[in-house]
């Protein structure tokens, strides 16, 4: 037995050996080696794309290749510049736009037809062979509204945005910009990847007729958001959104110089309790719980009994949100039953600031501003003269106020010392979920009150 185990194992051996090689020279193809490209364009210029590599946004275009199995096609992701490219094998091969989805343009240079049976237009299919490196004629698209313009300035205080809107489609049905936004980050790759903070502008100020739109972005955001990657420099780019699709029509990168990476921060000077990770006041819940923060007046109608330990903690609390991960403060309207609003709600300290010029600015807690924070007029940053902010009915005797939903900042000038409060007023409909909360309370010196 010992003899034949030892002809048989060299045998399977030998048997395994031989039916393993075919089936590596098989699979063993060279990979594609010649490029399709191509670009986006309008009247010859580049139409840009968001950039967005975290999604499948820019996935606007398809390839087939027939006798493949593969019905759906193959995305081809559009780059910023709107240019696109993809490496093939030589072959026949079709393109097609994705018609599931929607555009802020018209694709006036794609190959189509008329539809008469369904009164609609019909995008063709695109075919060409590749026989070495192939480029695709220029496709022609017209955006709904162009750009212009568009100009970025940076001084102390504000990133500010100067940019045109040109219609391009003024007798369609239905047509208008919904949204637009200034996007800034520390590097070229400006997109609405998460990460990359934005600045909506006024919705009154957008218009068509050539007046300058402006969108004004405090400093004090940029450098709270990029803290460990500022440099004397950013980039920026706007992007629109009209009612006929979700996605953007975009402008090009444009660098801002002069970008002043060092503040004069005296939060830690004359704030309490301004930044995270927030501490509760004593004798309120510690962790893993809603709580009170410490050094912060939080008026009744802000507090509720939602902690974990009730028992331990029977009191109401209000204005830090400390469950789930989260580290902010500012007002909840959930969590209770009945669902309860909130008027005239407060939380706010007192301090006094030397004469000079000052920003006052504050940083929206984004899960809250995405998803709870309710719209405009429900929150607002209050700076007034004395140890008490107003309620709204008298907002005309504060110092100045801003609504957080669409601004986050308030520059202000004292000629004397000062006792001024700063804080925050709620004001909640009795429905929701509702929540405002905060990551950041940030006072910077701008100098001379001269």
């Not at 003269?385 to 000038?413: C, H, M, R, W």
Request: with cysteine.
């Amino acid at each position: 037995m010992r003899n034949m185990s030892k002809i048989i194992c060299p045998l399977i051996l030998a048997m395994l050996a031989v039916s393993v090689l075919p089936g590596c020279k098989k699979d063993n193809y060279d990979p594609p080696a010649t490029w399709m490209t191509g670009r986006f364009v309008h009247e010859g210029k580049p139409v840009y794309m968001d950039g967005n590599t975290t999604n499948a946004n820019d996935e606007i275009i398809q390839f087939f290749q027939d006798g493949y199995g593969k019905r759906d096609g193959w995305g081809i992701r559009v780059k910023y510049d709107g240019t696109f490219s993809e490496l093939l094998f030589d072959g026949d091969y079709k393109l097609m736009v994705r018609d599931n989805l929607t555009y802020p343009w018209e694709w006036s240079g794609w190959p189509q037809h008329y539809d008469e049976a369904n009164d609609r237009i019909v995008l063709d299919t695109m075919k060409f062979n590749m026989q070495g490196d192939y480029v695709i004629p220029d496709i022609e698209i017209t955006p709904y509204y162009e750009i212009n313009d568009f100009t970025m300035e940076a001084s102390t205080v504000n990133l500010t945005a100067s940019f045109t809107l040109k219609e391009l489609f003024p007798d369609m049905e239905g047509l208008d910009v919904d949204k637009a936004y200034l996007y800034v980050g520390p590097t070229q790759l400006v997109s609405s990847a998460p990460g990359i903070i934005s600045k909506e502008a006024d919705a009154g100020d957008i218009n068509y007729d050539g007046t300058p739109i402006v969108i004004e972005m405090p400093v004090s955001q940029y450098l709270n958001s990029y803290v460990n990657n500022t440099r004397p420099y950013a980039y920026a780019r706007i992007a629109v959104r009209t009612t006929k699709s979700d996605r953007m029509l975009w402008s090009e990168v444009k660098k801002v110089e002069g970008f002043p990476n060092e503040l004069n921060d005296v939060s830690e000077k004359y704030l309490k309790n301004f930044t995270q990770p927030f501490v509760p006041a004593d004798g309120c819940p510690p962790s893993d719980s809603y709580s009170t923060p410490a050094d912060w007046y939080v008026s009744d109608n802000c507090k509720v009994n939602v902690a974990s330990d009730p028992v331990t903690y029977p009191e109401l609390q209000g204005c830090l949100e400390l469950r789930f991960g989260r580290n902010c403060i500012g007002a909840i309207s959930f969590d209770t039953n009945p669902q309860i609003g909130i008027e005239n709600g407060k939380m706010y300290q007192t301090t006094t600031l030397p004469a000079g010029k000052y920003l006052l600015s504050v940083t929206p807690f984004n899960e809250f501003l995405t998803n709870y924070w309710g719209g405009t007029g429900t929150c607002l940053l209050v700076l007034s003269q004395g140890k008490e902010i107003p309620d709204k009915e008298n907002l005309e005797s504060a110092i100045a106020y801003v609504d957080t939903y669409t601004d986050t900042s308030i520059e202000f000038t004292l000629d004397q010392d000062t006792e001024i409060t700063i804080g925050f007023l709620f004001n909640y409909p009795d429905s929701g979920p509702i929540a405002c909360g905060f990551t950041k309370i940030s006072l910077l010196d701008l100098g001379s009150a001269e």
